[in-house]
């Protein structure tokens, strides 16, 4: 059943929108190979977007998550692959919730981050040595860390957990189960962090805020993995299809006369003869059987 924000909102969903961010990242590798001062135009700089250039909010999504190669082309087939399949396992409006909030998250937390770096730096040493640089410095570092390369890190892992079994072939010859490289992506994320603390460690607010925005990129992942978002699990929706399934067979199957539309298979009670009964079909029943509500959770599973 879709939730209330989703019938309030659903109309507004985008379909296929994993399609639409990869078109985006092709923008903006042939604008870093064809004007590199243009592409640094793109980049997330809360420095420069306080001082209005605000169009840095959206145009960020359009700078490339790696560089340029075979392995970054493979990987972009692959993200449009997961997305496209999360897609139809959710539904359009959740994948969308899914997707823009990474990004919203992404920049809450940079904007955040940057915000008290700024002023807690600005009364100390380091704010004294860059004096009214300092806002810039760390505007400068926060537009090297953002980037969309963790929001599709989050569309791998949501998709990891929703289809676990899944097997990816390593070197296109080892099928290997995707949940595995599930656990080499988390284990990749808390050595980038560590790395981080390791070569920043004269300065950790460096490495303070590549960490605040990895958690942030990935929050969205954190609370469909926590909380259950979207509660379509490849499993959920393979027993709606076969409970839709069988409800339609019933249907046509179902040729009852006199005006009567529902009748317990157990007891044989109708409608007619029974206004004040309520009718319900077994999802774990075969051919859309129906069962009035006093056989409902009682009857043998046929």
Partial sequence: MPSKLERKYGKYAIPNLTLYLIIGYIVGYVISLANTELYEMLLFDPYKILHGQVWRIITWLFTAPQDLG???????????????????????FRYNVFLISGFLFTIIGA???????????????????????????????????????YINMSI??????????????????????????????????????????????DLVSIAIIHTVIVFMSLLNFLIYWLFGYGKN?????????????????????????????????????????????TFRYCSKCSGGKEYCQDHLFTHVHK
């Fill in 111 to 149: 904007i955040v981050i940057y915000i008290i770096m700024v002023v807690y730096y600005s009364e100390t040493e380091m704010g004294v040595l860059y004096v009214d640089n300092t806002a810039a410095f760390f505007g400068a570092y926060v537009s090297i860390m953002v980037s969309t390369f």
């Fill in 156 to 201: 791998f892992l949501a998709f990891a957990v929703t289809y676990p079994d899944m097997q990816l072939l390593l070197y296109f010859v080892i099928p290997v189960r995707i949940k595995w490289f599930a656990y080499l992506y988390g284990a990749f994320i808390a050595y980038d962090i560590f790395s981080t603390f390791r070569d920043w460690k």
């Fill in 70 to 92: 075979i392995f970054t082309v493979v990987m972009l087939f692959l993200y449009y692959s997961l997305g496209t399949a999360l897609e139809r396992t959710w539904g359009t």
């Fill in 233 to 277: 699990t490849a499993s959920h929706v393979k027993r709606n299809y076969a409970y839709q399934k069988s409800v339609h067979e019933g249907n046509k199957q179902r040729v009852y006369k006199n005006g009567v539309k529902h009748k317990c298979v157990v007891c044989g009670r109708t409608d007619l003869d029974h206004p004040e009964l």
